[in-house]
């Protein structure tokens, strides 16, 4: 069974920063080595906002980018979302996830942690 534990979250003002981060166990999942965020304010959709592969190559959501940046240290089995320059609309609960492939598509995604809620105030 694979878990994932994401901490990081809180309040910040618009124009502040913070730093996600996810503990995958186990550190290795056959077959599922992209490592994810996405996010869900209320009322709307989940939706993708980074990934990132084994090897280093990413993606993200137009609305990020330039703002936000995935790493992980594959070591220590950790995934982080800096996020700097956080606007209001970056509001909502944060989801790390494990995955198949280099999408922001949740459907490639079959592991999920509890989520860790982000507030932007103006």
């Known amino acids: 069974e694979v878990q994932l534990v994401e901490s990081g979250g809180g309040s910040v003002q618009a124009g502040g920063s913070l730093r996600l981060s996810c503990v995958v166990s186990p550190s290795y999942v056959h077959g599922r080595t992209y490592r994810a965020w996405f996010r869900q304010a209320p009322g709307k959709e989940r939706e993708g906002v980074a990934v990132m592969g084994y090897g280093g190559a990413t993606e993200y959501a137009d609305s990020v980018k330039g703002r936000f940046t995935i790493s992980r240290d594959n070591p220590k089995s950790i995934v982080y979302l800096q996020m700097d320059n956080l606007k209001v609309e970056d509001t909502g609960m944060y989801y790390c996830?494990?995955?198949?492939?280099?999408?922001?598509?949740?459907?490639?995604?079959?592991?999920w942690g509890h989520g860790t809620q982000v507030t932007v105030t103006s």
């Open positions: 996830a494990v995955g198949r492939a280099l999408s922001l598509t949740d459907l490639w995604y079959n592991d």
